[in-house]
């Protein structure tokens, strides 16, 4: 029985090694599959509403956060991370056509985020967050659209790297975003994004 409560009382302590107030940054950067692809065409002279679909090549991510824990394990962190994706094709409706383009997006996402601290051991973490996401469509007058609201759910894995100052992890994470609108003459494209996106990370706390 004692071997029991000393165990558990240093899994307590391994737990609560991130103390209230402790700050921390991560680098990320990796590869972004983009899973949301559907444009919405409406013509509203002819009443008429298209699905297509854009075929999107993975691309890759790159950012950034700077977190707080509020209590041990637990964190709040300010995320921005822009990703992109080549667009090779759209088609739907009988009709399909070969494009050449790159969507770009950048995420402003506020996380929250349970990261024990576990010395000597691998520290998984899962997190979800709310923000905004700006990206690089324009309108038929080459004005950019809107930012839109976005989710994401990521998790990940961080371990030691002696003789580096930090910890080098993996993450994986998915984002949606409300549909992007831009508006023509007498059309209205709806643009759903979303995605996939791994990463390696690296991580330190202060």
């Given at each position: 029985m004692k071997s029991i409560i000393?165990?558990?009382?240093?899994?307590?302590?391994?737990?609560?090694?991130a103390q209230a107030g402790d700050t921390y940054i991560q680098?990320?950067?990796g590869v972004f599959q983009q899973t949301a692809d559907t444009v919405e065409a409406q013509d509203d002279v002819f009443n008429v509403s298209v699905d297509f679909d854009a075929e999107a090549d993975p691309g890759f991510a790159l950012g950034g956060a700077i977190g707080r824990y509020i209590f041990p394990a637990v964190a709040v962190e300010g995320e921005i991370t822009y990703r992109n994706a080549n667009?090779?094709?759209?088609s739907g409706g009988g009709f399909e056509t070969s494009?050449?383009?790159n969507l770009e997006t950048v995420a402003l996402m506020l996380n929250g985020v349970v990261r024990p601290s576990l010395p000597l051991l691998p520290q998984p973490y899962v997190g979800v967050g709310v923000g905004f996401v700006t990206s690089n469509i324009e309108?038929?007058?080459?004005?950019?659209?809107?930012g839109e609201f976005a989710y994401q759910v990521k998790a990940g894995v961080s371990i030691?790297?002696?003789?580096?100052?930090?910890?080098?992890?993996?993450?994986?994470?998915y984002l949606q975003t409300s549909d992007f609108n831009a508006e023509g003459d007498g059309?209205?494209?709806?643009?759903?994004?979303?995605?996939?996106t791994g990463m390696v990370t690296y991580f330190k706390r202060f």
């Open positions: 000393a165990w558990a009382g240093a899994a307590a302590t391994a737990l609560s090694a680098l990320h950067a667009i090779d094709s759209l494009v050449d383009d309108d038929e007058d080459g004005d950019n659209v809107g030691d790297v002696l003789p580096t100052p930090g910890r080098i992890g993996v993450e994986v994470s059309v209205d494209i709806d643009w759903s994004y979303g995605g996939v």
